[in-house]
């Protein structure tokens, strides 16, 4: 089994940052793709990473390549364009994305690929840009096992939950189902404290009683910490982002066929939220969006 030594980066942003500053620290020559916010990509510089140019530069530079783009057709252009990953790769250069990617594309990515001599697997993360900077992934792969047996030293400098789904698209179908369940979440505890506000109820009384019981999960802390704390730091995750996964969702639901009852209604919640120009603001201010509504609707009552 051979050693990845050289590692390239494409996509350093809150999740990227954190990757490649633990990439670098585990001893990993690392090479990153500029990005449109110089701050983390000048961060990891400084620490003794390398900047390339293009995809095709990191392809035919590094033995693996991790991806962590924000949607298929990006990962699509950046495979398939003059300077992308497929015209610079090696035998055996190994694509690793990272990115919430539509399963079908990433199938036939990884084919273009593997006709090219390279090699692919899916390998979508959990958890948030504070865990990526602490190297507590959760992940999510799919591909041939002997490749990621390859890469795991890579993985595990950066995750400390690494779990086989399957072959190609695999990871990326269990990501897309992992991010409906908690968009789910995040949505009906949005609607649930937007409401309790409304009506008055103590908020701090709420959540000491929701905490002690079932209703109590990972995502109705975090909006809480947001609504009643001030703090929206533990999800750093885009509106706009988290309409693109239940977009997909869907897209894979549809395809089985599958009904979709719930997903749809979730997906419009933050399509709402997301063409009420919250796009880039984070999940928890889902709620700012909902007590707007609340608040339009008692304005029209009067």
Do not use: W
């Not at 109590?216 to 706009?240: E, P």
């Amino acid at each position: 089994m051979a050693k990845i030594e050289t590692v390239g980066l494409i996509g350093v942003g809150l999740m990227g940052h954190g990757i490649g500053k633990n990439i670098l620290a585990k001893g990993f020559e690392l090479s990153v793709l500029a990005h449109r916010n110089r701050q983390p990509v000048d961060d990891l510089i400084a620490k003794g990473a390398k900047e390339a140019k293009s995809p095709k530069e990191l392809a035919g530079s590094c033995d693996m390549v991790i991806t962590v783009v924000g949607n298929s057709l990006q990962m699509e252009d950046i495979v398939r364009r003059a300077d992308g990953l497929i015209a610079g790769l090696k035998p055996g250069t190994i694509i690793a994305d990272a990115t919430t990617a539509q399963p079908d594309s990433t199938v036939v990515l990884a084919a273009e690929i593997t006709a090219k001599g390279g090699r692919f697997v899916d390998i979508p993360m959990t958890r948030t840009p504070k865990e990526a900077e602490a190297g507590k992934l959760g992940l999510m792969t799919g591909g041939d096992k002997a490749t990621l047996a390859e890469i795991h030293p890579v993985l595990e400098c950066f995750a400390d939950t690494i779990v086989h789904c399957g072959g190609v698209g695999a990871a990326h179908k269990a990501k897309l189902i992992n991010n409906m369940l908690s968009l789910g979440y995040a949505a009906v505890t949005a609607e649930a404290l937007a409401t309790a506000k409304k009506s008055g109820v103590d908020l701090n009384a709420l959540r000491q009683i929701v905490t002690a019981g079932g209703a109590n999960s990972v995502m109705f802390q975090r909006l809480a910490a947001y609504q009643i704390d001030g703090d929206n730091t533990q999800l750093q995750f885009a509106i706009a982002n988290a309409q693109k996964d239940l977009r997909y969702f869907l897209q894979m639901a549809e395809g089985l066929p599958m009904p979709s009852f719930v997903a749809s209604a979730i997906h419009q919640l933050y399509g709402m939220a997301n063409g009420a120009g919250f796009g880039q603001k984070y999940v928890p201010e889902v709620i700012d969006v909902l007590t707007q509504l609340g608040d339009k609707a008692l304005a029209k009552g009067k």
